[in-house]
């Protein structure tokens, strides 16, 4: 166990609607990542976030929006969804930046229908 | 653009053999993470080279960082079936981490 938490684990949902991903960083972290995994693409880094500021943008599409709240959450929002969104998204933590490790939660597997 | 190239992409090996994972990176970065991957699974962090000419060794796993050759390699030693999992190394460039497409390992008896 990493000491990440996603919820949830398993997202259905249909084109077109908006879903919230919920993202626990590790006690002590002040960092979060969000990823996206597909076969296609693979990784791809979409943002990050540092003590409640955005501190770097990957491919994250305009449909998707991030925040990090005051006590460290972060959450993860995808609207108009296409078939194309369905994927495994991941949230890493770090205490800093990129000098320390990264810790992975256990994602959210979203499904497009 | 960073690139970050893993080859071979698919690796079968047999038990108790031995083979090295190559990771390229197409810009200067002192920052090199190897992560483990079991099906439908998180990733899990397996090594973190923070410098030139870094080596880390967990098991029958090492790892080593050449930034000068922007190369980091990955050697399994007598590998067993519980290696069989899907390897990524990712570089560090200013805050995020790039990874590679991943090499899928599968160790076979």
């Known amino acids: 166990d990493s000491g990440v938490t996603q919820t949830p684990k398993h997202l259905i949902t249909a084109t077109g609607q908006r879903v919230t991903l919920r993202c626990s960083p590790r006690s002590g972290d002040l960092s979060v990542y969000w990823y996206q995994q597909s076969l296609d693409q693979g990784l791809q880094f979409l943002i990050q976030y540092y003590n409640g500021e955005e501190r770097a943008k990957g491919n994250i599409l305009e449909r998707f929006s991030a925040q990090q709240f005051p006590d460290l959450h972060s959450e993860l929002n995808l609207s108009s969804l296409e078939l194309g969104d369905s994927a495994l998204y991941f949230c890493a933590s770090s205490y800093r930046g990129l000098n320390t490790e990264a810790f992975f939660g256990q994602g959210t597997r979203l499904t497009v229908v | ?109």
């Open chain 2, 1 to 109: 653009e960073l690139k970050v190239e893993q080859n071979p992409l698919f690796l079968s090996m047999q038990e108790g053999k031995n083979y090295t994972i190559y990771c390229n990176y197409s810009t200067t970065s002192d920052r090199l993470y190897w992560y483990r991957q079991d099906p439908g699974k998180s990733l899990e962090s397996l090594f973190v080279l923070l410098s030139n000419g870094a080596v880390k060794q967990e098991g029958r796993l090492m790892a080593s960082l050449d930034t000068k050759a922007r190369l980091s390699t990955l050697h399994i030693t007598a590998a067993v079936h519980d290696l069989s999992a899907t390897y990524f190394c990712a570089v560090g460039l200013i805050y995020a981490l790039n990874f590679g497409k991943g090499t899928s390992l599968l160790v076979t008896p």
